[in-house]
């Protein structure tokens, strides 16, 4: 442990707070690697991950359906701090209700999902521009996409799914991608984009890790934001930049 501690010091380690769900946290790791310029193994970003898929429900314990998921998720955080983490992301659309909460308990620097997100959407679209929105009922509910307070989301025109949608397309999708059917959920989601964009959307956001498992640019008719990439560029860009400023380690 001393040892990771001294690297952490000049080494940028990412700490990945997933779990939520597995299939999601191992495709959050794919796109650390893919949005990370390495010729060697050594240019990689370091990374540790927490990922303890027992952690409660989200949607539900919005709802108040469940237990609280901010215990589990401190513990996480708090491990990651511990094995000599830097900096921690969360690689969860809805556990991000629950950001300020575990920033606050762990005392790391923490990059926030939707803020990337929110910027690549009105990159594409422009800063009045038309976007839709997929994620969980309680993403959605919650306003924390929309209701997230920053310079580029003020004008941003959102469009939603109906209650429909939501019933019969994003969350059965959703919920296929948990279980490990995924052409089931690619299926459910295309659907529910393609309705987005039939009432104008211009670009859609995958504001739930799972989604972007299995729907992408070339299983949509519009332009996506996948928010699981947009963190790991920004982490990437991270740990690069503390690994620059630390004498004697490669970018």
Same mark, same amino acid.
């Given at each position: ?25 191992? &495709? ?28 409660? %429900? ?41 950001? &300020? %909460? ?5 005392? /790391? ?20 521009? #038309? ?49 490990? &059917?995924? %052409?089931?959920? #690619?299926? #459910? ?36 934001? %996948?928010?699981?990439?947009? /963190? ?20």
């Amino acid at each position: 442990m001393s040892e990771l501690r001294t690297v952490n010091s000049a080494g940028g380690i990412v700490g990945i707070l997933g779990g939520m769900g597995p299939l999601a946290t191992v &495709d959050f790791l794919a796109k650390v690697l893919a949005a990370t310029p390495a010729a060697s193994d050594q240019e990689h970003v370091p990374v540790i991950v927490s990922a303890i898929p027992q952690v409660p %429900d989200r949607t539900r314990a919005f709802r108040g359906e469940g237990e609280s998921p901010l215990a589990a998720m401190v513990d996480s955080a708090h491990r990651l701090k511990a094995a000599g983490a830097g900096m921690v992301v969360i690689a969860c659309n809805t556990a991000h209700l629950w950001f &300020d %909460d575990v920033c606050a308990a762990v005392d /790391l620097p923490m990059i926030h999902l939707v803020d990337a997100a929110i910027d690549d959407a009105a990159a594409i679209v422009g800063p009045r521009g #038309r976007v839709g929105l997929l994620g969980t009922d309680a993403t959605l509910a919650s306003g924390l996409y929309i209701n997230r307070a920053g310079p580029k989301t003020g004008h941003l025109q959102w469009l939603l799914p109906t209650a429909r949608e939501m019933n019969e397309c994003v969350m059965p999708g959703i919920e296929a991608v948990k279980a490990g &059917d995924c %052409d089931t959920g #690619r299926i #459910r989601l295309a659907a529910a984009a393609e309705a987005l964009k039939g009432r104008g959307a211009m670009a859609v956001i995958l504001g739930c890790t799972e989604i972007p498992v299995v729907l992408d640019g070339a299983h949509a008719s519009l332009p996506v934001i %996948d928010a699981t990439a947009a /963190l790991a560029r920004r982490a990437v860009a991270w740990s690069r930049a503390q690994r620059e400023a630390s004498p004697g380690l490669a970018p």
